[in-house]
């Protein structure tokens, strides 16, 4: 059976954004920022329809905002990913972290790529949804907002940023969906089968110190 062209050009548009090595670090002075802005102009190419419909907005310098205006003043939806990836020792890949390599035949190819599952493949998810749905010239009920964190793995301020933009704009959402967890094997003890986890709330930072 050939593959659906359009499963092929999604593809591609995720590869693409998977080369971009968006890596976060703990000392933000060492993040080259860069390909964050390689990142953004590739999400702005790669979806005309979206950006032609929705709002955006940068904040704290890296995180993206995105806001789909609805029919109604009814209480939002946000859908939240992050753009960065944590760092990559090189010697743990078999397959270069940012080559997007597709490995395997038929059922079985996979992409390989640091944040192909943390936490690209839900940001493309988003927008491969909302650029096929804004091309048809669909409009939601209520505003739909996209939160894209720049340092989810390490500072965290971006996402923080997002929502103090929201509050003071009297936002306050229905639904927020965020990347939760694949779904592995072994993940909590004692059960056998494969667990999802269901994430409720983005990770925050905490420096504890122990006196024993
Ligand atoms: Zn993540």
């Known amino acids: 059976m050939e593959p659906d062209p359009a499963a092929v050009a999604a593809l591609d548009r995720f590869r693409a954004l998977l080369r971009l090595p968006t890596v976060s670090r703990a000392d933000e002075a060492l993040t080259d920022w860069a390909p964050f802005e390689a990142f953004r102009a590739e999400v702005e190419r790669l979806y005309p329809a ?56 038929g059922d079985d190819a996979a992409v390989h790529a640091r944040g192909a599952i943390d936490d690209k493949g839900s940001l493309v998810a988003i927008l491969e949804a909302i650029e096929q749905l804004a091309g048809e010239g669909f409009t939601p009920v209520h505003d739909v907002y996209l939160a894209f964190g720049h340092n989810e793995e390490t500072a965290g301020n971006g996402a923080r940023a997002i929502v103090a933009e929201l509050q003071a704009r009297g936002v306050r959402p229905a639904l927020v969906l965020d990347e939760g967890g694949a779904v592995v094997d072994g993940a909590v003890p004692g059960v056998a089968a494969p667990t999802a986890m269901i994430g409720l709330a983005e990770r925050g930072v905490m420096t504890v110190q122990l006196t024993a």
């Open 50 to 105: 979206t950006h032609r419909t929705l709002e955006r907005e940068i904040i704290a310098g890296h995180s993206l905002l995105y806001r789909w205006p609805g029919s109604s003043s009814a209480a939002p939806t946000v859908l939240m990913a992050h753009i960065d990836v944590v760092p990559v020792v090189d010697a743990e890949w078999t397959h270069p972290p940012f080559g997007a390599q597709i490995v395997g035949e």
